[in-house]
């Protein structure tokens, strides 16, 4: 089960699992397939450990094996900010825009040598039985000086790979799904899944 509300991820993370030919040996459910799952707390100061949170409670919810992500962006001249709390950095309830118009804001003056940031994504595998993994990918790139392209969801826009020269949101999702944190992380999480899935 992949444990997440986020439609976005859950679309990404299953179009990424059927290139890899992940989606050929498993099924896959989401949240959404669980209408009781009760809201879980991210009280963890890493990817890793949020990650397990979620699948841990995904896990012992569902009595199935767990798969939870947690991703950020993580701003070098911000000290590693917003990292773990990306998704809430202009408050508990921000939307994707006012995260975004925050990054800005913090970054406002700064010039292009100054903007570097990496998204990272980390996956955990939670199993009813208590066993647990954690994998990790990343994508190094930039934060552009406003908002570019229609595409994507979260910092998407605001993030620039200067091997293509286009943010998140400018790239088609067959090119974002090729180079981004999360294709990394699945592409490791591909290779531990089929023996944590046989015990």
Avoid: W
Wanted: aromatic share 6%; glycine share 10%; charged share 30%.
């Amino acid at each position: 089960m992949i444990a997440t509300k986020n439609r976005g991820k859950v679309a990404e993370i299953r179009q990424i699992m059927e290139e890899l030919g992940l989606l050929d040996a498993i099924d896959v459910l989401c949240l959404a397939d669980f209408p009781d799952y009760p809201d879980v707390e991210e009280t963890g100061d890493t990817f890793e450990e949020n990650a397990l949170i979620k699948a841990r409670a995904a896990a012992s919810h569902t009595a199935v094996v767990a798969v939870a992500e947690d991703s950020g962006i993580e701003v070098e001249a911000l000290g590693g900010a917003p990292g773990v709390r990306s998704g809430r950095f202009a408050g508990p309830d921000a939307t994707d825009a006012a995260n975004n118009e925050k990054l800005l804001a913090r970054l406002s003056g700064l010039p292009d040598k100054r903007r570097g940031a990496r998204f990272v994504a980390v996956i955990a595998l939670a199993g009813p039985d208590g066993r647990e993994r954690t994998v990790r990918g990343e994508c190094r790139g930039s934060v552009a000086d406003a908002p570019r392209g229609a595409g994507g969801f979260g910092y998407a826009p605001l993030f620039f790979y200067p091997h293509l020269g286009k943010t998140y949101a400018e790239m088609s999702n067959t090119e974002k799904n090729k180079i981004s944190h999360r294709r990394r992380a699945i592409e490791e999480l591909c290779r531990v899944l089929p023996e944590f899935l046989a015990g």
